[in-house]
């Protein structure tokens, strides 16, 4: 069993920055390919960034450029770090975890186990 649990979202302005962890308990943390995904109200989850255990990274294109992923195996923990936040960033931000699906990185579904979520708001 593997729990992850987010941290770091909040309320900022437009053109703003934040920093998001999320931290697992399983032991194996440096295998997994980790993904971040966020929904918005009245919308599905969707794909926002992932790493894999060779840090391999892939993004959205709605964030590229202005998002960037990293892992600390050391520490059993992802990041999403998030520069030049635009109000369509709002939403609720989870962390997943890849281990045994051989589907698609960038589909919710293929993704084994989920956090919390944690809230991001950016205001005009």
């Known amino acids: 069993q593997v729990q992850l649990v987010e941290s770091g979202g909040g309320w900022v302005q437009a053109g703003g920055s934040l920093r998001l962890s999320c931290t697992s308990s399983g032991r194996t943390f440096g295998i997994y390919t980790m993904g971040w995904f966020r929904q918005a109200p009245g919308k599905e989850r969707e794909f926002v960034a992932r790493i894999s255990w060779i840090t391999n990274t892939d993004y959205a294109d709605s964030v590229k450029g202005r998002f960037a992923i990293s892992r600390d195996n050391a520490k059993n923990t992802v990041y999403l770090q998030m520069n030049s936040l635009k109000p369509e960033d709002t939403a609720v931000y989870y962390c997943?975890?890849?281990?045994?699906?051989?589907?698609?990185?960038?589909?919710?579904?293929?993704?084994?186990?989920w956090g919390q979520g944690t809230q991001v708001t950016v205001s005009s």
């Open positions: 997943a975890a890849y281990i045994g699906s051989s589907g698609s990185y960038y589909s919710a579904r293929n993704y084994d186990y």
